[in-house]
C-alpha cells in the first residue's frame, strides 16, 4: 500500500538533493528517475524514505515503521529536519565562506543547498571502512551486502526488499569475515569483523555514546583505534556523525584540490603524511572557520567530475586542471 505524501518546507537554494545525497556522504541513497518526476529513495532511522525535490519544500514518503503508529507528520519533519542539519543557516555561512575564497564563491554558484547529513555512528563507521581504496558504486554494494546479510527487514515496495543497517551484535557473529571474503569484501572483512568485536567488547553502543560526549581531537584519537580506521576516516565519522563541524578529512582527491588552489608548496609531496594532512586541515580551518568541513565538502563536490559534467553550459569548474 503506498504510503502518503508529505511535505517539508524548505528551499532549494537552502537543500539541494542532489549536492547532497549524491556526493560521497552516504551510500544508501539511489536517483530513481524512471517516473515523471526525480525520486530519492534510501535508508535512515530504520526507515525507507522517498524524496521529492521542489522548489520550496521537499515530498517525501515513508515506509517500514506500521507498528509505530504515534509518529506522524510533525515526527517525520523532525527525523528530516535534523538528518540535513537545518537548524544551520547555511545561506549566512555561504556568504561568510564566498567572502574569504573566490573559488567558494565560483563554486557556490552551482553548488548551493549541499549539507552535512548526521548519520548514524554505526552505519558510518563501517561505510568508511568499506570506502578505503574504492569507488562509489563498489561501496555502495558492500554496504547493501551488510544490510542484507545482518540487517532487519524494513519492507518490500515494489519488488525491491529494502533492510536497515545491522547492529554492531549482528555484526560479532561467527563467520562474519568468512562471509564477507566470499562475497567481495577483500581485506575490509577483517577490518568490518575486528571493528565490530573491539566495539562489543569495550561497551558496545556505551562506547559509541562515550564518543559523542568527546571533544574533536579525542573522538578522532579513539576512532582510530578501530581497524580500518585512519586519519581520513575518522575525521569523516567526526564530520558526518559527531557533528564535529570542523573536521577535514583528506584524501588524495583533498590532496590535489588544496595543492592546486591553497597549498601548491605541497604539490611535490609523494604521499599524504601526518604533517601534510594536519597542515591541510588547517588550512581550511582558518580560511572557513568552525565549519571547514562543511565548506571542504562543497568545494570536494565541485572539484567531482560527474558533477562537472552536469554543470550549465555558462558555468566553469572551479580550476583548471592540468593537462597529463
Not at 31 to 52: A, C, M, R
Not at 132 to 143: A, D, E, V, Y
Request: proline residues 2%; glycine residues 6%.
Amino acid at each position: 500500500m503506498a504510503s502518503k505524501w508529505y511535505n517539508l518546507a524548505v528551499k532549494k537554494t537552502d537543500l539541494q538533493l542532489l549536492g547532497t545525497l549524491n556526493g560521497g556522504q552516504s551510500f544508501r541513497w539511489k536517483l530513481d528517475n524512471s517516473g515523471n518526476k526525480e525520486q530519492w529513495i534510501g535508508i535512515f532511522d530504520h526507515k525507507l524514505w522517498i524524496l521529492e525535490q521542489e522548489n520550496d519544500a521537499i515530498k517525501y514518503q515513508v515506509y517500514g515503521d506500521e507498528e509505530n503508529v504515534n509518529e506522524n507528520e510533525k515526527e517525520y519533519s523532525k527525523l528530516l529536519k535534523n538528518y540535513f542539519n537545518l537548524d544551520i543557516n547555511l545561506q549566512e555561512y555561504y556568504k561568510q565562506w564566498s567572502d574569504a575564497d573566490p573559488y567558494f564563491k565560483k563554486a557556490s554558484k552551482q553548488f548551493y543547498g549541499i549539507r552535512i547529513l548526521k548519520q548514524d555512528i554505526t552505519e558510518n563507521i563501517f561505510s568508511f571502512i568499506c570506502s578505503s581504496n574504492n569507488n562509489i558504486s563498489r561501496i555502495t554494494s558492500m554496504i547493501e551486502k551488510l544490510a542484507t546479510f545482518y540487517g532487519n527487514k524494513i519492507c518490500t515496495l515494489n519488488d525491491t526488499t529494502y533492510y536497515s543497517f545491522p547492529t554492531i551484535n549482528n555484526l560479532c557473529v561467527e563467520n562474519v569475515e568468512k562471509k564477507l571474503s566470499e562475497n567481495g569484501f577483500g581485506y575490509r572483512a577483517k577490518y568490518i569483523s575486528k571493528t565490530a568485536k573491539f566495539i562489543n567488547e569495550n561497551g558496545g553502543d556505551l562506547w559509541l555514546e562515550k564518543l559523542k560526549e568527546m571533544k574533536y581531537m579525542d573522538a578522532r584519537k579513539n576512532l582510530m583505534n578501530l581497524s580500518g580506521v585512519g586519519p581520513k576516516v575518522a575525521d569523516c565519522i567526526c564530520l558526518m556523525s559527531l557533528g564535529h563541524l570542523e573536521a577535514v578529512p583528506v584524501d588524495t582527491h583533498v590532496y590535489q584540490i588544496a595543492t592546486r588552489l591553497y597549498l601548491p608548496k605541497l604539490g611535490n609531496k609523494k604521499t599524504v603524511t601526518e604533517k601534510v594532512y594536519q597542515e591541510i586541515g588547517e588550512c581550511f580551518r582558518n580560511m572557513y572557520g568552525p565549519l571547514a568541513g562543511w565548506a571542504h565538502t562543497i568545494l570536494f563536490c565541485a572539484d567531482l567530475k560527474k558533477f562537472q559534467q552536469n554543470q550549465d553550459e555558462n558555468s566553469e569548474p572551479i580550476t583548471k586542471r592540468k593537462k597529463k
